[in-house]
């Protein structure tokens, strides 16, 4: 607290002082002739080369981010429509897109485990753990038919990196393994 107060401290009389500065010039904009105006631009970082950027992610996209990762992708279609079916560690999980529009521009990714009847009933505590231990990956999630199942949604508005989409396809295949061993203790 005290290192927020020495901040505004010092901000708040920038803060007059600008726009005292800004109200002594009728608000007009810096002379082309002062050295703030000849400045060179700061370095910004570079971006990310073009074919590294996704402006929308298409299930072609996502199931070359599952096979590059190393894990066989099936597409397949249910009642919700297409989807990408895989495994990790012998454990089902399937990826989908959601929130599309009709030109199949889409909002987010839905990650999602097989189902599973846990071993032992489970409990507030070990639900805390599960979250701890996996940083919160994944939400556990019951199900109308009685399951659980481990759930990852991610918005994907404005675009997203390759690189981006192959750590998150792989981290959720790790997790499915974990979530697997956590409900068959």
Do not use: I, R
């Given at each position: 607290m005290a290192r927020f107060a020495r901040v505004l401290a010092f901000a708040?009389?920038?803060?007059?002082?600008?726009?005292?500065?800004?109200?002594?010039?009728?608000?007009?904009?810096?002379?082309t002739n002062t050295p703030a105006a000849n400045a060179p631009a700061t370095a910004s970082?570079?971006?990310?080369?073009?074919?590294?950027?996704?402006?929308t992610v298409t299930l072609d996209d996502v199931r070359d981010a599952v096979l590059n990762g190393g894990y066989r992708a099936q597409v397949?279609?249910?009642?919700?429509?297409?989807y990408i079916a895989?495994?990790?560690g012998g454990q089902n999980f399937f990826i989908s897109l959601g929130g599309c529009d009709d030109k199949k521009v889409c909002k987010s990714i839905l990650f999602e485990t097989g189902g599973w009847t846990p071993k032992t009933p489970l409990t507030v505590d070990a639900l805390d753990k599960f979250h701890?231990?996996?940083?919160?990956?994944?939400?556990?999630?019951?199900?109308?038919?009685?399951?659980?199942?481990g759930d990852y949604r991610v918005s994907i508005v404005?675009?997203?990196t390759k690189a981006w989409l192959q750590y998150n396809v792989e981290a959720f295949a790790?997790?499915?393994?974990d979530f697997a061993a956590f409900m068959q203790k």
């Open positions: 708040f009389p920038l803060v007059l002082t600008g726009a005292a500065c800004a109200l002594a010039q009728n608000n007009a904009p810096p002379a970082a570079p971006a990310a080369p073009t074919s590294d950027l996704l402006a397949k279609q249910d009642t919700n429509g297409d895989s495994a990790s701890s231990d996996n940083a919160g990956w994944v939400g556990v999630v019951k199900y109308s038919d009685g399951k659980y199942y404005g675009g997203v790790t997790t499915a393994e």
